[in-house]
């Protein structure tokens, strides 16, 4: 019987468990939980498929914080490279490590990853979902907003894996999300909770909103690329003038990395309102909470 927890989707945790996975994140970030080495002589494998800037040092460092050992693995230096399977690869991962960290394509790999391990396996992004960082976006919005229920959230641009994985904590946390994008490009996972409205104009989402959302037009592994997409995304910028549609006191938000003039302009990552480099923080916090609860 599979004792083990894995963290693939926002979905994976109850509300209440996130309420928690904030107050120790925030213990963390505040000092209150120095000393703490739940980790200690354990070892965490974190297999990327993609590149990353955030995730990676964000782990690593948070693993050695808690007194483990983090190992950063590309597919292409391993036998993965060599037609060994996902399978295989993850049952011998789990008799050296006690977690997996996953940044992947196909969400299915994560999943047949978490699977076949008897290690937790936590995902740090797939082309569907990317759970730790809305992790994160939820401890800045606390933070911010000092509470979730009833905050309206816009999120603009393209309906990618964080919009997704957005969605889902919308969903679990009691707040409203509109999202605004462009034809073809509305976020996959459907819902019917209500809290989720789907609209093609940005203005309409930021109209009235608390926080304002955006990420890149193309994702890693994205097909379609170049200009004739960026202009079917150009009304979907974060700019001054869409800000003045949103409440004075709202807060932006981006997962970053950024392409400023494009899904967002420099004055306003650059404004008094950007919270985004305490997000980019926040990701190691969270992230550590949640190695506490789920690596054994
Ligand atoms: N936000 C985020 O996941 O960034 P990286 O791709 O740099 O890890
Ligand atoms: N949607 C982006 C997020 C990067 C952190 C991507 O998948 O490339």
């Given at each position: 019987?599979?004792?083990?927890?894995?963290?693939?989707?926002?979905?994976?945790?109850t509300?209440?468990?996130?309420?928690?996975?904030?107050?120790?994140?925030?213990?963390?970030k505040?000092?209150?939980?120095?000393?703490?080495?739940?980790?200690?002589?354990?070892?965490?494998?974190?297999?990327?498929?993609?590149?990353?800037?955030?995730?990676?040092?964000?782990?690593?460092?948070?693993?050695?914080?808690?007194?483990?050992?983090?190992?950063?693995?590309?597919?292409?230096?391993?036998?993965?490279s060599?037609?060994?399977?996902i399978?295989?690869?993850?049952?011998?991962?789990?008799?050296?490590?006690?977690?997996?960290v996953?940044?992947?394509?196909?969400?299915?790999?994560?999943?047949?990853?978490?699977?076949?391990?008897?290690?937790?396996?936590?995902?740090?992004?797939?082309?569907?979902?990317?759970?730790?960082?809305?992790?994160?976006?939820?401890?800045?919005?606390?933070?911010?907003?000092?509470?979730?229920?009833?905050?309206?959230?816009?999120?603009?641009?393209?309906?990618?894996?964080?919009?997704?994985?957005?969605?889902?904590?919308?969903?679990?946390?009691?707040?409203?999300?509109?999202?605004?994008?462009?034809?073809?490009?509305?976020?996959?996972?459907?819902?019917?909770?209500?809290?989720?409205?789907?609209?093609?104009?940005?203005?309409?989402?930021?109209?009235?909103?608390?926080?304002?959302?955006?990420?890149?037009?193309?994702?890693?592994?994205?097909?379609?690329?170049?200009?004739?997409?960026?202009?079917?995304?150009?009304?979907?910028?974060?700019?001054?003038?869409?800000?003045?549609?949103?409440?004075?006191?709202?807060?932006?938000?981006?997962?970053?990395?950024?392409?400023?003039?494009e899904?967002?302009?420099?004055?306003?990552?650059e404004?008094?309102?950007?919270?985004?480099?305490?997000?980019?923080?926040?990701?190691?916090?969270?992230?550590?909470?949640?190695?506490?609860?789920?690596?054994?």
């Open positions: 019987m599979k004792t083990k927890r894995d963290f693939l989707t926002i979905k994976d945790f509300a209440a468990e996130i309420a928690s996975l904030m107050e120790r994140a925030a213990d963390f505040n000092g209150k939980a120095v000393g703490n080495k739940p980790l200690l002589g354990r070892s965490i494998g974190m297999l990327f498929y993609k590149t990353s800037t955030r995730t990676r040092i964000s782990f690593e460092v948070g693993i050695y914080q808690l007194g483990g050992q983090p190992l950063y693995i590309r597919p292409g230096e391993s036998q993965l060599r037609d060994e399977t399978a295989d690869t993850a049952r011998v991962f789990s008799r050296y490590l006690n977690g997996i996953i940044r992947t394509f196909e969400h299915k790999i994560a999943a047949e990853f978490a699977e076949c391990s008897s290690v937790p396996v936590i995902n740090g992004l797939t082309d569907t979902h990317h759970p730790c960082q809305i992790l994160a976006d939820l401890m800045t919005i606390k933070e911010k907003k000092g509470q979730f229920k009833g905050i309206k959230i816009a999120y603009i641009g393209d309906g990618n894996n964080v919009a997704n994985s957005l969605i889902e904590a919308a969903v679990l946390m009691d707040m409203s999300l509109t999202v605004a994008s462009p034809e073809g490009y509305e976020p996959a996972l459907k819902d019917t909770s209500g809290r989720i409205t789907i609209v093609r104009d940005p203005k309409e989402a930021a109209a009235g909103a608390d926080v304002l959302y955006t990420d890149v037009w193309v994702s890693m592994g994205d097909k379609e690329d170049g200009e004739e997409k960026r202009l079917k995304f150009a009304a979907y910028q974060i700019n001054d003038a869409l800000m003045s549609y949103a409440k004075p006191d709202c807060t932006v938000l981006h997962c970053l990395p950024a392409h400023r003039g899904e967002i302009t420099d004055s306003v990552i404004g008094p309102q950007s919270a985004v480099f305490d997000q980019a923080e926040n990701r190691l916090h969270t992230q550590k909470a949640v190695l506490e609860m789920l690596i054994k």
